[in-house]
């Protein structure tokens, strides 16, 4: 079975920009949640969502926001992009009380 | 607020040489405690769940151990391939916290041949 599927991998951008991060989970799983992951650190919850809705949202400003698809996929939009945005966004389906990662996008801002 | 502390924050070990990895918590209502494994610029690979203090789990060369204020990750006999981040990360109670995962900072774990 394929695992948690993120695009792209890797992404530049430049300040002030806006990007899109897409997530397929699990077949079979309702629920996504968003992560990122500065380097050094360990992953810090941004959203999470199940059947559509906002279920969870992280200390993220308003320049994050997250929908997600009646096939249960997921997008993550950042606008107006910081240096300190630069980051690995990871996205997670969950099974019961397990989450399940995929490998996730490298986003550098310049 | 639910915090996750991990000691040590670097271990060098030589192949054979066991050692402990410490995950510290606090957290309202655990519903869960999480072990994972990353490796550089990919994504944090599922270990263990451990739900209640006493439980223990066991994979290969890995023990996950749980207690109500800590967790260790044992390794016994570690080879090269067990070089990682691990990762520890805990639940709290739906009403205070959702689903989101609180995660430490991670042990970089290298074993030397």
């Known amino acids: 079975d394929a695992g948690v599927t993120q695009s792209p991998t890797h992404l530049i951008k430049t300040r002030g920009q806006h990007v899109t991060l897409r997530c397929s989970p699990i077949s079979g799983h309702k629920s996504v949640s968003w992560y990122q992951q500065v380097l050094g650190q360990g992953p810090q919850f941004i959203f999470q969502y199940y059947e559509k809705e906002e279920r969870g949202r992280g200390n993220f400003p308003d320049r994050f926001s997250a929908r997600q698809f009646p096939n249960y996929s997921s997008e993550l939009n950042v606008n107006a992009l910081l240096l300190g945005d630069s980051a690995l966004y990871l996205c997670?389906?969950?099974?019961?009380?397990?989450?399940?990662f995929g490998p996730g996008t490298r986003l550098l801002v310049l | 607020e639910d915090q996750v502390t991990q000691s040590p924050e670097a271990l060098r070990l030589q192949e054979g040489e066991s050692s402990s990895l410490n995950c510290s918590y606090t957290v309202s209502g655990l519903r869960g405690l999480f072990w994972y494994r990353q490796d550089p610029g990919k994504g944090p690979e599922f270990l263990f769940t451990?739900?209640?203090a006493g439980e223990e789990k066991e994979k290969e060369r890995l023990k996950a151990t749980l207690t109500k204020k800590e967790s260790f990750l044992h390794i016994t006999a570690p080879k090269p391939e067990d070089s990682a981040t691990y990762l520890c990360a805990v639940q709290g109670s739906r009403e205070a916290a959702g689903n989101k995962l609180t995660f430490g900072g991670g042990t970089r774990v290298l074993v030397k041949p």
């Open positions: 997670a389906s969950r099974e019961e009380e397990t989450q399940y």
């Open positions: 451990l739900y209640s």
